[in-house]
């Protein structure tokens, strides 16, 4: 049996009016994410606890069959893992982005423009979190630069705890309130806009249009995770296949393959359909591939309706669809799960602990479920601990999460 896991970072949403009272996924054309939800099984999955944030690293890592209450430590250290750095027991992993802020002169009454930087390219972002390092860096601080606006910092000998904002949690917002409650931190980013406001690259993202990435923003702290080993749990291979460090990260800590894309890029303009490409590809060594799409959460960030449920056609069309014909021609046994990690609704601009919608399709199910959808899902079983859908996607619960 083969398993593939497609999950749509923050597919689930509120019902939009400008949709005509529909989700973005009721919306969508979607013919084969349908029909995996029709003829499957579906129904609501309770990914992020109420007593933790509502993350992508919470969710995929319940998603991924992981416990968040015994095995989430913070976001950061996955995502230096992924970039290739080895964290001590005594540090501290950081997210960094890169932020556009508003012109005040008083850096506190600063708004956040944009958490991405108008998706910065990678190339500018590497120059410029190397002059941050450069100025701002010691024995204690260093920052490490990754994809786009995301980005590290890890502080050695770090055992503090701070209260900490996500920058896409406050889009459009006053940065006062949320500046948290490290002095050095706040430095550190009041500092960083000296550095960055009149950088050359800057200077010529102005002139091309763009918004200028003026500040650094450290948030999602978190110390060094042990994860037992997937195959361990499980007795499977598998990979993953994702265009962010975070859910790379993910891979590295529980012992599965990591697979990098080319044009894989974490939003809508990524390289969908390499992606069903590798995911088959993969199949071929291995028995379970993970297949992770950022796109539908980035638009839910940046209110981007139309561009949301878009995003989910794509992923229907890019990846659903060639992986479903592909082994459906081949005479394959397989079994596929579509879902979200969280929601990121359009509403909002940023993550709830909702329940999600998932649905699972073994070969040869015939049911008469309905579309995949919110609604659908919830006439259909509940599993109120996120981390046993994987044990009852791949054996029926025998081995339902750790």
Not at 300 to 326: Q, S, Y
């Amino acid at each position: 049996m083969k398993y593939i896991v497609i999950l749509g970072d923050g597919m689930a949403d509120y019902p939009i009016a400008s949709l005509g009272g529909k989700t973005p996924l009721e919306a969508a054309y979607k013919p084969y994410m349908d029909i995996i939800a029709n003829k499957g099984v579906c129904g609501l999955v309770k990914t992020v606890p109420d007593d933790l944030p509502p993350g992508s690293d919470v969710a995929n890592l319940s998603v991924m069959g992981y416990d968040p209450y015994k095995y989430y430590t913070g976001r950061s250290p996955l995502e230096a893992a992924s970039i290739g750095v080895d964290l001590s027991a005594d540090d501290t992993a950081f997210r960094v982005n890169l932020v556009s802020l508003s012109v005040e002169d008083d850096y506190k009454q600063k708004n956040m423009l944009d958490y991405s930087a108008d998706e910065i390219t990678t190339a500018e972002a590497k120059a410029l979190i190397s002059d941050i390092d450069r100025a701002l860096g010691s024995d204690v601080l260093k920052f490490y630069s990754g994809i786009s606006y995301r980005h590290l910092l890890v502080w050695h000998g770090c055992d503090k705890t701070f209260n900490l904002t996500p920058p896409h949690d406050i889009s459009g917002k006053r940065i006062t309130s949320y500046l948290g409650d490290s002095p050095l931190i706040k430095n550190l980013m009041q500092k960083s806009h000296e550095i960055l406001k009149n950088h050359p690259i800057n200077i010529k993202r102005a002139e091309n249009g763009l918004k200028c990435a003026n500040s650094i923003w450290i948030w999602g702290q978190g110390k060094k995770p042990t994860l037992p080993s997937f195959y361990d749990i499980y007795k499977i291979k598998g990979a993953v296949i994702s265009a962010v460090d975070l859910i790379k990260g993910l891979a590295i800590y529980s012992g599965l393959e990591k697979i990098d894309v080319e044009g894989a890029t974490g939003n809508i303009n990524t390289n969908f359909g390499a992606k069903a490409d590798a995911a088959l590809k993969a199949l071929k060594n291995n028995d379970y591939v993970y297949v992770h799409i950022e796109a539908p959460d980035e638009c839910g960030h940046r209110f981007e309706t139309e561009n949301k449920v878009k995003a989910i056609e794509l992923i229907d069309e890019k990846i659903v669809r060639p992986i479903f014909e592909e082994l459906t021609k081949e005479g394959v046994d397989f079994s596929i799960l579509v879902t979200p990690d969280h929601p990121t609704p359009l509403s909002l601009g940023t993550h709830t602990n909702d329940a999600v919608p998932y649905a699972i399709y073994r070969k040869g199910d015939n049911n008469s479920n309905g579309i995949y959808s919110e609604k659908t899902a919830k006439k259909g079983k509940y599993i109120s601990e996120g981390h046993k859908l994987l044990g009852l996607f791949i054996d029926g619960g025998r081995h339902a999460g750790k």
